[in-house]
């Protein structure tokens, strides 16, 4: 298939994304913008600069200029500037439902309020509910690097807002912060209505995914790459319907594959497991879903059905009511057999 058509196939598919760090698609032009505003001085004396920095060996090398780049947020108004870009940009791509992440830990830590972090997010998600026709739910991560007790804190200073928040989450850096660390907090969380996910098996071993499943009792795996090193896992995901946010573009930033042919998601797929791709850290990886579609769909040669199917399976996994993501899918379908015809 030639380059032009893939890329204007995948344009037309209506698609949800499931898997975004909201602080991760702050793009270094934004970025310098909202630090003159904020009278904040950047390590970087250019936007050209900023960009050269991003690349990166491994998970933890990328977090520690991700956490640099939050530091410019610090009204309300900057977090729904960041907001309202990813939102804008990602309507551009014909993506209709969001589920996107967002990591207080990273902003009250150094002083700025819970209050102010969600403000502003809210604020840009219920603007494009109503002005771009994007639904979305909101997931609150907690920090594996930090403690427990500290995701407890996290969690009280949800509550008044708990009803804005679909669920929780688990991110930062994967290897020494297993999820058992985290079972009374996302049992509390359970415990507060909220639905749980996790991050685990991207740098962190299989069992990471094992203790995601078993001891959070998480309904979605964010990542999941390394799942098919266990065939009884593999059956276990088979099993329970359990999904997998995969980010192909930041796997191969982050060095979690060398080449784009090695990534796993077409051997899911053909195993049956419910695999969807998108974007994790946009601003940083060369990439919105549009470009982790179209570069995974030309390494792996993934054919149209291929194409439909992942768009299907980000849907099932989102947590829409089943109304809503039957229209979805029915969508998906109606446009590719236009594409058949």
Known sequence: MESSDLKKIIQGIPKAELHLHIEGSFEPELM???????????????????????KFNN????????????????????????????LTKVHSQNVVHVEIFFDPQTHTDRGIGFDIVINGIYRALEKAKHELNISYKLIMSYLRHLSEEEAFKTLESSLPFKHWIDGVGLDSSELGNPPSKFVNVFEASANHGYKLVAHAGEEGPVDYIWEALDLLKVVRIDHGNRCLDDETLVQKLLEENIALTLCPLSNLELKVIQ????????????RGILATIHSDDPAYFGGYMNENYYETAK????????????????????????EAKEKHISQVKNYFNTLNL
């Open 299 to 322: 390494a792996l040669g993934l054919n149209n059905d291929q194409l439909m199917q992942l768009a299907i399976n980000a849907f099932k996994a989102s947590w829409l009511d089943s």
């Open 259 to 270: 080449k784009m042919e090695a990534h796993p998601v077409k051997k899911m797929l053909q």
């Open 32 to 54: 310098f913008e909202i630090a003159n505003r904020n009278n904040i001085d950047l390590e970087y004396d250019s936007i050209e600069s900023l960009k050269k920095a991003y």
């Open 59 to 86: 998970l933890q090398e990328f977090l520690d200029i991700y956490y640099i780049g939050a530091q410019v947020l610090i009204h309300e108004q900057d977090f729904y500037d960041l907001t309202w870009a990813y």
